[in-house]
């Protein structure tokens, strides 16, 4: 059954007005649109950031190092992306691949970039001694799962995500194709968390902090309001992770960090010290005002 009878030109051409709820920001080509200079606050760690399911994987990762005593202070500046703050010319000089999270480390000479949510995980464990086993066994397992979440969220993003909550159209192949791959998915962590209380086995890794925000955030209902429609109840082991994780109040924070929608006491838009989860959320603020 096809929904439409398109046909695809030999020569592709940009059409500026297709892309649905996305259409003012994407494009077909790279580089910066208008000049722009990043903020730098004073901490070493400066994070340009949203809390898309990307930028929680770092937030939290910066929260649970601060929590277990690490020196990982750091400055979180919020980037909108639906209104291109992602191609100004700062930002596309940390990341010439215009999306978030994007870090800065001031700690070293010359100040290090580094872009893409895994490798800033990777990048902050191994700086910091902390959830990534150094057992050479235990270690591959936890990178096996942060790149299965690498590999498989666009599919559940960008993919079923986007053609059940966001396509401008329903088109029931698309939907059907994305949806089938969506509890396939949920299915491998299912079977996988059966076994073992954490996604690599009995420790807490950045795995988790990679597929939670993700995964988690589907099973707890709150992406795409499609929880029924993939009936996540279905996925016990999955449900009984996600819960355990939302728990962890290094991971209540992370979540709220470049927060800028839902409730105004769950949005801390910046981040500067932890001081700032009292007294800077956007209720403390919009009624200072």
């Known amino acids: 059954m096809t929904d439409t009878a398109y ?31 990043l903020p730098v606050g004073k901490h070493p760690l400066q994070l340009y950031s949203l809390a898309t399911p990307n930028g929680q994987k770092v937030t939290i990762m910066l929260e649970e190092l601060l929590a277990a005593g690490k020196d990982a202070e750091y400055d979180a500046w919020l980037i909108r992306i639906n209104e291109g703050d992602q191609f100004g010319s700062g930002f596309v000089s940390v990341n010439p691949n215009s999306k978030i999270p994007a870090l800065m480390d001031h700690g070293v000479s010359p100040p290090r970039r580094v872009f893409e949510s895994g490798s800033i995980l ?74 073992h209380e954490y996604i690599a086995g009995d420790e807490y890794t950045i795995a988790d902090m990679a597929i939670w925000p993700w995964y988690g955030g589907v099973a707890l209902g709150r992406a795409y309001d499609a929880a029924e429609f993939l009936d996540v109840q279905s996925y016990g082991n999955v449900l009984r992770w996600a819960k355990q994780i939302d728990a962890r109040p290094a991971v209540k924070r992370g979540r709220m960090v470049n927060k800028a929608n839902g409730p105004l006491e769950e949005q801390l838009r910046e981040r500067h010290e932890a001081s700032d989860f009292d007294t800077r959320t956007q209720d403390k603020l919009e009624g200072a005002g």
């Open 122 to 195: 990777i990048y902050l464990a191994e700086k910091f001694g902390a959830f990534l086993p150094t057992d050479p066994a235990r270690r591959t397992e936890t990178l096996n799962w942060l790149f299965w979440q690498m590999g498989s969220a666009p599919l559940l993003g960008g993919g079923f995500g986007h053609f059940f909550a966001y396509a401008p159209e329903k088109f029931e192949y698309a939907i059907n194709r994305y949806t089938m791959e969506a509890k396939r998915q949920l299915d491998v962590l299912d079977r996988q968390l059966a076994e």
């Open 7 to 37: 046909i695809p030109p030999r020569v592709w051409t940009w059409d500026k007005e297709s892309g649905g709820a996305f259409a003012n920001i994407n494009r077909p080509v790279a580089g910066p649109t208008h000049e722009k200079e």
